[in-house]
């Protein structure tokens, strides 16, 4: 009665209830609604990969999305012939598994739909893949479907991408309203040329957003959870996560397995491109990236997972130890056919130091480790937060697991090791995190069980409520263009940008034996201090000789010699900066000493790049705040473009070092929004400012380098401005691009205190022994007229260059 009455005073509450049970059905409707079909074409159906992961892949989506809307076909492809690969598909369609929690009668009812949905064909044709995109629009139209999307997933090696590619593009892509998806698994190049080349190849036929490039350790389910965590704990994370609270991170993957039976692989890459140049560089990524305000926006992840990469200070050798087991070379001369006195220089293990060049994590160190043949099978990402607390009472007393003296750290636990499943671990004297109870719930108690040097209970730990496979992950993610979930090409050139200058220069490296598993002991234990990583132990005595004619940086001591009536200095690189650096901060410590100050000018290209990097990190008893910084040339770039020589020494010596902004120098090659302009007079600005600041224009040192060309500074042969006259300071023409440049003048560069030339690498060779036998003839060869008039020159040089 109460509600007929109401009714009727409310006439309008008919039809907005009217409407809103119309809108609910409609909503059931269009939920039951078709949304179209999707073809899922997997190339290499047959192979390993596909047998052990994919095709299990490809029934948990199934799994997943049956009934919500899509129908599906899964086509098997292959080399083989139809009536074979027919019979291998079969057997790899039976042995498929449900999720425990599925009813053995349910789960032969769902394998059985599964089956009758998935087809092998042979594609090896133009004409083949034309067949294929025939049958698949014949099979849309007679079910009276609209066609979604097709997924072609390349479990194929790299040499085959191009032709499947073309073939798809000119005879398979799907019709106007419907999206293509295009799987790649790794490698993706060898190095950044090979890589540029590929990604050139498949972008001539794909879209970018068209690919998804697959790192399956994205689709691990602790890997996968380091984002959102870091999302949903922000509160507690704003003001921990950077380098006044982090101590170290380390990114760890660790194998018993060897690398027997796949040699042919491990020749060509390694551990470091096996391993780390992907898994773990994208884990560190994930980690060390500024976190987007929505993480759930593919597009801002990947933009800040790119800004990380490009922060990635640059790898010296000094960044690494590499080791070797004993068994390999032997594996390889076997499996490979090489001959009895094959010894291999590929290295099954690696650790490597890297370092961020921005604020949030200057001086953080991460190390990255992987390696085969070692003592436990196990996958890690550990935060350990520095200590801060100091406990007056002895230990007895502390409060188990809750005292701030207890170590604080933060793991991503990937999986297998001595918790043997993926989990997410919190000191519990830090926080207690938030997680998703949905998907991820708070680990048993295990008794005994210790990780990290503390025992379990000592974390709040948490693991998945149901483990998945990274690749069922994965595939769900490519069927619901998640593309935060793979590499970007732009994400995957930046990376071997990162990796590609330190591979080659282990390249003739001899990687330190070791004998396998437990018996390793000690022996892969390694240690930092600044940028250098070395083993902690000395070099054993080498069970295997290393290639016997090449001689080793260790075989040298730093060389004294006379070059061109000057002091000599020659050594190995890394040897070589050391002493240089040395020298440098001994000139300065001595300059302020006696007048207060030191004057250095500094020289741009790449070969001081290391020297300002050995300042930065392992010089802390430079004077930098009596030091002026001048700069011997630089191109007329504005002073942040890449090019410019200001900006090498500001990315890799200035943002390291406390240099009071006021004794920085910089050259004025950019006045009224005009680069090198002769009106502007920007040379003659420069000259004035070190006629203003330094005594008698008298430089404490000057560093420079020598081109193959014989240049210095930018004084180049055919461009005889700067070799004498007057002039300080003088705007000369390169015959590289930019090929404008301001430099100091062979005058100016004579009057300093101390004259440093440093010439590195094999390139310079020729130059080195032309320059040795002329006299003083700088119109032909300007290096040749540089001779302090009352200070000292010293030559530094690489044994390359000096020996060839």
């Known amino acids: 009665m109460l509600a007929e009455l109401y009714f009727t005073r409310h006439p309008g509450f008919w ?34 990969l596909a047998k052990k992961y994919l095709w299990q892949g490809l029934f948990q989506l199934y799994l997943d999305e049956a009934g919500k809307g899509h129908s599906f076909s899964f086509h098997g492809a292959a080399l083989t012939t139809t009536k074979q690969g027919q019979e291998l598909l079969a057997k790899i369609l039976e042995s498929l598994s449900c999720p425990k929690d599925v009813a053995p009668g349910r789960c032969a009812e769902l394998k059985a739909q599964f089956q009758r949905l998935s087809q092998y064909r042979q594609l090896k044709t133009t004409e083949d893949y034309l067949a294929l995109s025939k049958d698949i629009e014949a099979l849309v139209q007679k079910e009276g479907l609209r066609e979604a999307g097709r997924v072609f997933y390349f479990s194929v090696p790299p040499f085959a991408y191009a032709d499947i590619a073309r073939s798809i593009n000119s005879s398979c892509r ?24 590929l990604a050139t190849e498949l972008g001539s036929f794909f879209q970018e957003e068209e690919m998804y490039r697959v790192d399956h350790y994205l689709g691990k389910q602790a890997v996968a959870q380091i984002l959102p965590f870091r999302d949903q704990n922000r509160k507690a994370l704003d003001g921990l996560w950077n380098r006044h609270h982090v101590e170290r991170v380390e990114i760890v993957m660790k194998e018993t397995v060897d690398a027997e039976g796949r040699t042919s692989f491990y020749e060509e890459y390694g551990v470091i491109r096996d391993v780390l140049q992907n898994h773990l560089t994208e884990i560190l990524s994930l980690v060390a990236m500024e976190l987007p305000y929505n993480v759930s926006s593919s597009e801002a992840v990947l933009q800040h997972k790119l800004q990380a990469f490009q922060a990635l200070r640059g790898l010296r050798k000094g960044s690494a130890v590499v080791g070797q087991y004993q068994a390999y070379s032997e594996q390889v001369r076997r499996e490979l056919h090489k001959p009895p006195s094959f010894h291999s220089l590929t290295p099954t293990f690696a ?52 005292s701030q003296c207890l170590p604080q750290q933060v793991v991503f636990y990937i999986g297998h090791g001595e918790l043997g499943s993926p989990a997410v671990l919190v000191s519990r004297n830090l926080f207690r995190p938030s997680l998703p109870s949905q998907s991820w719930k708070e680990l048993e108690g295990r008794p005994g069980l210790r990780l990290f040097g503390r025992p379990l209970s000592d974390y709040y730990a948490y693991c998945p409520v149901r483990e998945q496979d990274a690749y069922s992950i994965l595939i769900s993610h490519i069927f619901h263009g998640r593309k935060d979930s793979f590499i970007t090409t732009e994400n995957l050139l930046a990376s ?8 080659d220069s282990l390249a003739h490296e001899v990687p330190r034996l070791y004998p396998g598993g437990a018996e390793n002991g000690h022996l892969l234990d390694f240690e930092f201090s600044g940028s250098q990583l070395a083993f902690s132990q000395r070099q054993p005595e080498q069970l295997v000789p290393g290639p016997g004619s090449s001689p080793m940086p260790s075989d040298f001591q730093v060389l004294t010699a006379m070059y061109r009536e000057s002091p000599l200095v020659s050594a190995w690189p890394e040897e070589l900066i050391a002493k240089l650096a040395s020298d440098i901060e001994a000139t300065a410590v001595r300059a302020v000493r006696r007048f207060g100050q030191f004057h250095l000018a500094l020289s741009g290209g790449s070969s001081p790049i290391v020297l300002f990097q050995q300042l930065a990190m392992g010089h802390y008893g430079f004077p930098w705040a009596h030091t002026h910084l001048w700069l011997v040339d630089e191109r007329c770039v504005p002073l942040w473009d890449p090019e410019s020589n200001f900006q090498g020494l500001q990315t890799h010596l200035l943002q390291h070092v406390r240099v009071p902004y006021y004794n920085v120098h910089p050259m004025p090659v950019h006045l009224h929004q005009r680069l090198c302009a002769e009106e502007d007079q920007g040379a003659r600005a420069y000259a004035d400012e070190i006629s203003a600041l330094v005594t008698n224009g008298s430089f404490d040192m000057v560093l420079l380098g020598m081109g193959t060309d014989g240049h210095t500074a930018s004084l180049f042969p055919q461009s005889p401005t700067g070799l004498d006259g007057e002039q300080l300071v003088v705007l000369t023409e390169s015959p590289s691009r930019p090929h404008q440049r301001m430099s100091l003048s062979l005058p100016l560069i004579n009057r300093a205190r101390k004259v440093a030339v440093l010439v590195m690498g094999r390139l310079k060779r020729e130059i080195t022994m032309l320059v040795s036998r002329v006299g003083h003839e700088p119109k032909k060869w300007p290096i ?14 690489d044994y390359e260059a000096f020996l060839g």
């Open 784 to 797: 040749s007229g540089v001779l302090p008039a009352s200070g000292q020159l010293v030559w530094y040089m």
């Open 15 to 48: 039809k907005m209830l009217t409407v809103a049970m119309c809108m609910a059905l409609l909503g059931c409707l269009q939920a039951q609604e078709p949304q179209g079909h999707v073809s899922i074409i997997l190339l290499g159906a047959t192979g390993d």
């Open 351 to 402: 650790g490597i130091l890297v370092h961020m060049d921005n604020l949030r994590w200057e001086g953080v160190p991460f190390i990255l480790m992987s390696g085969k043949a070692l003592d436990e099978r196990v996958g890690y990402v550990r935060i350990l937060f520095k200590n801060r607390a100091y406990c007056a009472q002895s230990e007895k007393h502390w409060v188990a697991d809750q």
């Open 174 to 197: 799907p019709g106007p309203g419907a999206w293509l998806r295009v799987v790649l698994e790794k490698p993706f190049g060898h190095d950044y040329l090979s890589a540029q080349q």
């Open 496 to 503: 071997w940008v990162f990796w590609t200058p330190l591979l």
